[in-house]
């Protein structure tokens, strides 16, 4: 469920990241999160 919900995020994250450059680092953040998280 944990993945599943990873994949939403940056599914999200990457379409943030096509509008905006912060985002792209946001998306790197939040995949460190989620990658943490998961362990």
């Known amino acids: 469920m944990i993945q599943a919900n990873g994949s939403l995020l940056k599914t999200a994250m990457i379409n943030r990241a096509k509008k ?7 998306e790197i953040v939040a995949g460190v ?7």
Request: hydrophobic content about 50%.
């Open 33 to 39: 999160f989620l990658n943490v998280f998961q362990l």
């Open 20 to 26: 905006t450059r912060a985002s792209a680092y946001n």
